[in-house]
Each structure stands twice: as structure tokens, then as C-alpha cells.
């Protein structure tokens, strides 16, 4: 049985999320994320932004809209 505040953590995910967990919902690899935030195919501090700690987060909404935009946008 999972833990109730795990699976309110599931079930009600936060909008910036690590690497790993944005590809376990995306189903991009790690690296395929990191080649693009690299890349610059996704733009810093829309899609994706690196916390103090050094550790890199992606907002899971900004991807979303990144998805359904128009196939000539680069980047957004």
C-alpha cells in the first residue's frame, strides 16, 4: 500500500520535476532531456531552469504547450 502523502504526490504531480521523473511521465529518455536542455531546444526558465543546488527542473505544463505548438517553432 502506498503512503498517503506518496500517493497524493502521484496522483497530483508538481508542475517542475526532475529529469527522471519528467522522463517516466514523458517517456523521453534522461539523455534525450538532457540533449535538449543542452541543445537549447527548450528555452531556460520556460521549460526548464536549474535550482540552487545545481540540479536541473522542468515544468511539465511549459511542455505541454511546447508539444502542442506549431512545428516550425524551434524552441518556445
Known amino acids: ?6 500517493e ?3 496522483s497530483n504531480p508538481s ?3 526532475l529529469v ?4 517516466e511521465v514523458t517517456d523521453y ?3 534525450a532531456v538532457r540533449h535538449k536542455v543542452k541543445g537549447e531546444i527548450w528555452l531556460e526558465g520556460r521549460i ?3 535550482a540552487p543546488d545545481g540540479r536541473i527542473f522542468l ?5 505541454e504547450r511546447w508539444v502542442e505548438s506549431t512545428a516550425h517553432a524551434r524552441s518556445f
Not at 527522471?20 to 522522463?23: M, N, S, T
Not at 515544468?59 to 511542455?63: I, K, P, Q, T
Request: no cysteine.
Open 1 to 6: 500500500m502506498v503512503p498517503a502523502h506518496r
Open 8 to 10: 497524493n504526490a502521484v
Open 15 to 17: 508542475r517542475w520535476v
Open 20 to 23: 527522471k521523473r519528467f522522463a
Open 29 to 31: 529518455s534522461e539523455n
Open 48 to 50: 526548464w531552469r536549474k
Open 59 to 63: 515544468n511539465l505544463a511549459e511542455f
